[in-house]
């Protein structure tokens, strides 16, 4: 299920969009929920990041969508973003919020097919790219790229990101199989690692973004081969001459 937010205090060109939202589900069997929000202080105020597509008018009381669009990054850096405009030259300035494209009113529906579809494919991309996590305030959609390592505590998974540890519930069984698709492999039971944030490895011990982590010695060889596959990059990837200097040196 996509979720779709339509952010427009006119309550003419609200019910024209969520017409079309319903129209454009109707036609290719896609399944879209629309909320509508009258104005963006409304719909940050209990932003969770429950949304996939943001529609955003930019002329609105209380708080102007470019404001509310600043806002939103700030909590929401993946979220699909569509402003919304009567005047094109607004809209140019989405380049400063990250928006995938703008619709001018009065809204055509051929046009915001093809928009809706455009966003629709990002959507997809995004999804493949990025991980939700629920935490006890909030959902955060974070990019697999952006977590350093997981580890588990109890009941909980705590997701180490490049600018702060998010808490939810769930194991490692949870996750496992998704995140070792996407570049992670395990160091123990306990601990997941994003290959790409390997910095070095010694004594059965590896640094990972900066912080050192035990190695099971029951992952060792699982871990290493995962390592050893990554291919050769200039920056921010493990050197296949420093594993296989490990293990000349049989990394104990």
Same mark, same amino acid.
């Given at each position: 299920m996509i979720r779709i937010a339509v952010v427009e205090d006119e309550d003419?060109?609200? #019910?024209?969009?969520?017409?079309?939202?319903?129209?454009?589900?109707?036609?290719? !069997?896609?399944?879209?929920?629309?909320?509508?929000?009258?104005?963006?202080?409304?719909?940050?105020?209990?932003?969770?990041g429950a949304f996939d597509i943001v529609l955003l008018d930019i002329a609105m009381p209380h708080m102007n969508g470019l404001e509310a669009a600043r806002r939103l990054r700030a909590v929401d850096a993946a979220v699909c973003l569509i402003f919304i405009t009567t005047l094109a030259k607004y809209a140019i300035r989405g380049y400063e919020v990250n928006a995938l494209d703008f619709v001018v009113k009065p809204v055509e529906y051929d046009l915001f097919r093809i928009k809706l579809q455009k966003a629709l494919a990002f959507c997809r991309r995004n999804?493949?790219?990025?991980?939700?996590?629920?935490?006890?305030?909030?959902?955060?959609?974070?990019?697999?790229?952006?977590?350093?390592?997981?580890?588990?505590?109890?009941?909980?998974?705590?997701?180490?990101? !490049?600018?702060?540890?998010?808490?939810?519930r769930g194991s490692m069984r949870d996750i496992a199989e998704l995140f070792g698709k996407n570049g992670f492999a395990p160091i123990r039971n306990s601990i997941l690692v994003n290959l790409a944030y390997v910095e070095?490895?010694?004594?059965? #011990?590896?640094?990972?973004?900066? #912080?050192?982590?035990?190695?099971a010695h029951s992952c060792k060889a699982e871990f290493l081969q995962a390592l050893a596959a990554i291919?050769?990059?200039?920056?921010?990837?493990?050197?296949?001459?420093?594993?296989?200097?490990?293990f000349a040196g049989d990394g104990r």
């Open positions: 003419t060109y609200a #019910e024209v969009l969520l017409d079309y939202i319903r129209r454009f589900a109707d036609e290719t !069997k896609e399944p879209l929920a629309a909320e509508r929000f009258c104005d963006g202080m409304r719909f940050l105020e209990d932003y969770r999804r493949e790219e990025t991980y939700d996590i629920l935490t006890a305030t909030e959902m955060r959609r974070v990019r697999f790229a952006d977590i350093r390592f997981v580890e588990s505590e109890k009941h909980y998974l705590l997701f180490h990101t !490049k600018k702060e540890v998010l808490r939810a070095g490895f010694r004594a059965g #011990e590896v640094t990972v973004g900066g #912080e050192v982590l035990p190695v291919p050769l990059t200039a920056t921010g990837k493990p050197d296949k001459q420093a594993v296989r200097a490990f």
